[in-house]
């Protein structure tokens, strides 16, 4: 067998080992966009490159559903928009693409789950420090200790690991158990 292949299971299973610490911050931050959500607010969600993916994976999840038939649940990526994004790379700069959607789109009340692999995002920092300002939820799904965005966010859940693909592997994990709680409080 190849050994690649054997050791990215090995390094997958060892960062889900490693993550099972985290239980209790996961928990937190499902009943937080629980709440979000009980209360008519909706999950606005940004990264760059494989954690816009995620992003646009997590509001699917969440518009659509996960394992139950339920109502819809307000989710927006701001990853998706192709003329908001040229528009707002072109006339501010690419630093602000997340910051200007949080500020036309997010009220308080409602969250912004920022994800960043390295923790150092530019313009996923200036999506938490513009949610910040208008009295949203910040969640943060980090990597590489948290980098500059973590302090800034209400709740990080940062992966202990610097292989990018397992940072982006566990945080999908993260989503999936924070989308799975979400649905069980919106039908219970």
Known sequence: MNPKIVLA??????AAE??????????????ALSGVVSSGGKILVCG???????SQHIAGELVGRFKKERRAIAAVALTTDTSILTCL???????RV??????????????????????????VLKAVEKASELGLF??????????SIKPACDLALVIDETDTPR????????AHIICELIEDSAVS
Do not use: W
């Open 18 to 31: 490693k993550m099972a610490v985290m239980a209790p911050e996961i928990e937190r931050a499902a009943a």
């Open 89 to 95: 790379s072109n006339d501010y700069s690419f630093e």
């Open 138 to 147: 910040t969640l943060g799904l980090l990597g590489r200790g948290g980098g």
């Open 167 to 174: 940072v982006q592997e566990m945080h999908l994990l993260c």
């Open 9 to 14: 299971i090995k390094s997958h299973l060892a």
């Open 98 to 123: 997340f910051e200007r959607q949080v500020e036309a789109l997010g009220r308080r009340g409602d969250a912004l789950v920022a994800i960043s692999t390295s923790g150092v995002s530019a313009n």
């Open 48 to 54: 760059n490159g494989g954690s816009a993916a995620d």
